[in-house]
């Protein structure tokens, strides 16, 4: 078993940075590959970026790709996303998620660990 903790989030205008943190507990961290989705309301949750346990491969869903950053420190036990240039449509809540195994899938259904979220909005 792992917990997560997500903290970070909050209400910025758009074009500004948030830096999302994912703080982990239980079991090894560092064996884990760490992900981020996001859900606004009435939509479906979806990938956002994701980090291997090894080697620090990264995946980004396109709407991320060069504004947002997926970090880890494994010795702190801690995951970090990074969102710059932010847009209105990235208000959602950001969940942090944890998978066994290396792969850093884009599909919430291969995580088994969830955080509670942290909401993030972006203003106009």
């Known amino acids: 078993q792992v917990q997560l903790v997500e903290s970070g989030g909050g209400l910025v205008q758009a074009g500004g940075s948030l830096r999302l943190s994912c703080a982990a507990s239980g079991r090894t961290f560092s064996s884990y590959t760490m992900g981020w989705f996001r859900q606004a309301p009435g939509k479906e949750r979806e990938f956002v970026a994701a980090?291997?346990?090894?080697?620090?491969?990264?995946s980004y869903a396109d709407s991320a790709k060069g504004r947002f950053t997926i970090s880890r420190d494994n010795a702190k036990n801690t995951v970090f996303l990074q969102m710059n240039s932010l847009k209105p449509e990235d208000t959602a809540v950001y969940y942090c998620?944890?998978?066994?195994?290396?792969?850093?899938?884009?599909?919430?259904?291969?995580?088994?660990?969830w955080g509670q979220g942290t909401q993030v909005t972006v203003s106009s």
């Open positions: 998620a944890a998978r066994t195994g290396w792969s850093t899938s884009v599909s919430r259904v291969d995580y088994a660990y």
């Open positions: 980090i291997s346990w090894v080697g620090g491969r990264t």
